[in-house]
């Protein structure tokens, strides 16, 4: 999963078991852990925008819908769940109350 470290995004592993991409969508509406928040971590991701549903449209393109207006992302919060959700070579498009964003690359090189 993708939280941020200054401004960026960072890719964060968590030992757990295999989880959905709903379930580690949620994750970043959670936010970090305590130690995660300690190394200066944060998540631009509300806790508001969870529960995600993730559904993928062949060939490569995923949805993630989320539960509040896309419009009250940010770039960033966008870009984290585009980046947590993709697979590579995807595309992610982000719904909420209606609203699109995308189809999008995740902006990190995979």
Known sequence: M???????????????????HADTLALLATGPTKEERARG?????????????????????????????????????IDQIVCTAAEPGERVTVLGVGQAHGPRDCPIPG
């Open 2 to 20: 993708y939280l941020v470290a200054n401004g960026q995004l960072s890719t964060v592993q968590r030992p757990s078991r295999s989880l959905s």
């Open 41 to 77: 971590l944060t998540s631009d991701v509300p806790n508001g925008a969870a529960p995600f549903s993730v559904t993928t449209e062949p060939p490569d393109r995923k949805v993630v819908t989320v539960s509040v207006s896309v419009d009250e992302l940010s770039d960033t919060a």
